[in-house]
Nanobody, 115 residues
């Protein structure tokens, strides 16, 4: 089993910054990719940023230049640095880990950006 625990969400004013962190543990064999997803009520969960085992990153167009995903293999964490936040960044942010064809999700952390 794999466990993921997100932290770092909260309420911030537009233009501000937040750093989300995802700590993973359990049976870690060979991680393929890890990512951060955002979900708002009534909409599907969408990819915000992802990082492969080789360090290649991918971002949603809406966050390019503002968000940075990083992974610390020694600490077993994946962080999402969010700068210049906008009200449309509001949502529940989930961490996902993919290994050996299986997806594992955290419980989510709420980010609210006020205008």
């Amino acid at each position: 089993q794999v466990q993921l625990v997100e932290s770092g969400g909260g309420l911030v004013q537009a233009g501000g910054s937040l750093r989300l962190s995802c700590a993973y543990s359990g049976v870690i064999i060979s991680i393929n990719v890890m990512g951060w997803y955002r979900q708002v009520p009534g909409k599907q969960r969408e990819l915000v940023a992802a990082i492969t085992s080789g360090g290649t990153t991918n971002y949603a167009d809406s966050v390019k230049g503002r968000f940075t995903i990083s992974r610390d293999k020694f600490k077993s964490t994946v962080d999402l640095q969010m700068n210049s936040l906008k009200p449309e960044d509001t949502g529940n942010y989930y961490c996902k880990l993919n290994q050996q064809g299986f997806d594992y999700w955290g419980q989510g952390t709420q980010v609210t950006v006020s205008s």
